[in-house]
């Protein structure tokens, strides 16, 4: 199981929202950029970067960032907000990034996702469904859907997609712990995805049973900037894998 950061980026700067709200901000004063070399050289092969600004703005803001992280490391990158066109896919690409990370596009325009896919090919994208009780939500969490998870799931196989990270909203920021039923049910009723966890990881505890039960990877905030998971966890994990 990959253990992947997550870089939220507000103004440049690394912040945490609590379950989405951006007027529930924490800051961090770490530097991007020299944090993600010390996560690689702690044996960290993976990031997942979030432009909170792109979000709200519709188009990829924090660019520069993602640029001279791929300049000055060799981690895999995922980079998602403010991805709504071609063009906006093809700007954070040759920034870098590895990978798409895309939610609200996939469920509301299906039709404009299928053409994403025909671009770049379905390998490309990690596909974040966002849950409240098993229904999904877009939008930043803002606007419920009747879309159960699991015809977005079936919708995403038909479509190729591999990726999927999934996040209980209730749980996101709150260290409460991540939510193990939803997953085992993930991974028994859609073996083929690669399903990475996101949200109420609190523990290495927490990480070890998701390794146990087959995710493929957790995508780990809160719980690393508080130094709830040590950064020293990393480097005995790189080394046990």
Known sequence: MQIIPSFDLMD????RLRQGDFEQKTEYPNDPVALAKELESAGIRRLH??????AREGRPVNLHIL???AAHTRLEIDYGGGLRSIPALRQVWDAGAHMFSVSSVAVL???EFSAWIERFGPDRFLVGADVRDRMVAVHG???????????LLRRLQNLNIKHVSVTDIA????????????????IRNFPTLSLVASGGISSVADLEELRSIGCAGALVGKAFFEGV?????????????
Do not use: M
């Open 12 to 15: 440049g700067r690394l912040v």
């Open 49 to 54: 970067v979030v432009d909170l600004d792109g």
């Open 67 to 69: 640029e001279q992280i």
């Open 109 to 111: 325009a299906p039709d």
């Open 141 to 151: 969490w803002r606007e419920q859907t009747n879309l159960h998870l699991f015809d």
């Open 171 to 186: 749980r996101d920021g709150e260290l409460s712990g991540p939510a193990i039923e939803l997953y085992k049910d993930i």
């Open 229 to 241: 998971i040590p950064i020293k966890y990393f480097r005995i994990h790189a080394k046990a894998g």
